[in-house]
């Protein structure tokens, strides 16, 4: 969350600004001169732009702690424990631009996987200028740019998707760019602790922008469905927050969704809640399980690859560095129906 901050421009930082007239309010009532409504931020600015400047500075900080906080407890599993490793859990500056490259990675994977979960839900029908070969891609830029289209294409089609009150077509476009213009962000390999430093200086802050503006990721809940406690409850592990410890716990839905949903309430399959849709996630969100069974990780798709009869589908274990395939057969009904968007006939 990164502001410039300008003597001559008072709207530098709207949010400070309304925070600073709210306490005011809370304490002293409105600033009222001669039946004129002043804002104190603005008298503030005005008359002692140095208790301005110094106050601004204050509030920056309270509220990047209080988003790392929101990411580390709150939001998906992926995103949250790259970025507590990028933050705590490095042992060198260039491990640590790897954790960065990573929490990168995960914001456009839960994005990517979201958005092409819900096209499957609500069966949205897609063509010109998305192919079916998009959403299979391994390049990150090729994901936001598909993320981008979809939102677009839909928005154009009046449908209003769940995916909207996570992200805007504007903070895609400004995630494009940083994708397109940072170093770190496109895998080159840091020659050295000195390089990768300033290469975590340069694209910390712009992470950090970024996850301010998706700070409605920590709304979502993505989780294994294991059963059902009844019709309208459902047991399932949740995958929230940096700490990989399994955590179970019970879903309760109204008729409606259960009514939406049922389709994809099979033995793990892996699921989002998203303000009031509940859908499945594969085959871009899998999971395994360590030899004992104590332990769950999800797995993110990476790429395709191999030939008839023998194709997979790659994935990248979250939180070990290795990755694991899957014959894509075992997808097969989840790529059917993605492809029926587009009118093609069966994987």
Known sequence: MSFHIDRDNYDSCPQFNDWLDEQYADQHGGLNLFGSQLRPSYVLHQLDFSTYEAALADFLSDREEQLRRTVLDDFPAPIAYYYYRFEYGFENELQRLHFLRDTWEAIIDILHSLTIGECRFRQLGLGT?????????????????????????????????????????PVLGTMRELNRSRNAFSHSAAQSEVQARAWVRECHQDVIDVLDELQDLAGISVVRYLGQEDANTLRCEFFRGYAQTRTIRAISLTDDQVQASQRYFRQSEILVSIRDCIFSLRPLVWFCEDSSGHTTKLCMFRRTRGDLPDRRLEYEIVGKAERRDEDRGFFKSELDELRSLFGLGPD
Do not use: C, M, Q
């Open 129 to 169: 200028p998305i192919a079916f070969g998009h959403f299979l891609s391994e390049r990150t830029a090729d994901r936001l740019l598909t993320v981008e289209r979809i939102i677009d294409y839909a928005n154009t089609k009046g449908v209003n998707l769940a995916i909207n009150s996570i992200v805007t077509i």
